[in-house]
């Protein structure tokens, strides 16, 4: 079976960021394929990334946990991933 318009997750684990976080984010949604999910993963930042990741609250799903490095947040996401 064909899916017409599949769910797209996109997962962004996030430590340290706070200068790109929001590009990053806002260009995910952004893109003209609108079925997506954005995962963004705080990765115990020590900036003002979580404040940042905090603003799209409502657009995205926020995690935040202690610093576990990149793939661990990476694997975190994609257990809340449905697409």
Known sequence: MIVENPLVSIII???NNQDFIE???ASCLNQSYSNIEVIVVNDGS???SLKRIINFKGEIVVIDQENS???IAR???LTKAKG
């Open 23 to 25: 590009d990053a984010i």
């Open 46 to 48: 020590k900036d003002e």
């Open 75 to 77: 694997n975190r996401g």
């Open 69 to 71: 490095g990149a793939s």
């Open 13 to 15: 684990p996030c430590y």
